[in-house]
């Protein structure tokens, strides 16, 4: 039977199983300074073509939500599609992490960001002294592949990253089915993880 659900419904394939079972045995340095903490960072770096830090951590809820706290300051305002996992299934953590964050719905059809709305909902919350009682912007999230399973291309990645850059906030990319898109049929030769990396912040 197929199970479509999330991959976390069901038991992991063999090879992960053996080599979790490999490296379980013995001891090694703790806080990411294992060799095998090292050799995840630099295949990650081979992946996306440049240099990257890698923190593991256990869910995609946790990487979401502490991406986002990593960036959020007092006041802090999250756009994201107002389907997206961080606003609708992860249950208050990127709230909690962040202290506070209000998190902003955006539409677009599809599970994709509206350009036009995004810049539309940024607006909403002008530059200081002001942001001071209305929040302020401190970054954008987007699924890839969307909640409603479609994708991004990069020209519609790079359109959502221009109006956050010009903004001066970042693009967070969740990636819980990142490796899905470049495989995808429709993206398979444009999109390169590197490529999609440098987009992303």
Request: net charge neutral; glycine share 8%; with cysteine.
């Amino acid at each position: 039977m197929i199970n479509l659900s999330s991959d976390n419904w069901t038991g992991c394939h063999s090879a992960i199983s053996d080599a979790l079972s490999r490296h379980s045995a013995g001891a090694d340095a703790a806080y990411g300074d294992s060799e095998l903490d090292k050799k995840v960072e630099r295949r990650f770096c081979e992946i996306f073509e440049t240099e990257v830090a890698v923190f593991l951590v256990g869910t995609g809820t946790a990487a979401n939500a502490l991406s986002m706290a990593y960036v959020n300051r007092a006041g802090g305002i999250i756009f994201a599609h107002r389907h997206a996992h961080l606003i609708k299934d992860e249950c208050g953590a990127p709230e909690y992490f962040t202290g506070g964050a209000r998190l902003v719905g955006v539409s677009g059809a599809e599970g994709r960001i509206e350009p036009e709305a995004l810049e539309e909902a940024i607006q909403r919350y002008p530059p200081n002294p002001v942001s001071v009682h209305a929040g302020r912007p401190m970054a954008v999230s987007i699924t890839q592949s969307t909640e409603s399973g479609t994708l991004y291309s990069l020209a519609q990645i790079r359109r959502i990253a221009n109006i956050a850059h010009s903004h001066g906030i970042p693009l967070h990319m969740d990636g819980a089915r990142f490796a899905n898109a470049p495989c995808a049929r429709a993206i398979q030769r444009a999109m390169r993880p590197s490529r999609a990396a440098v987009i992303a912040d």
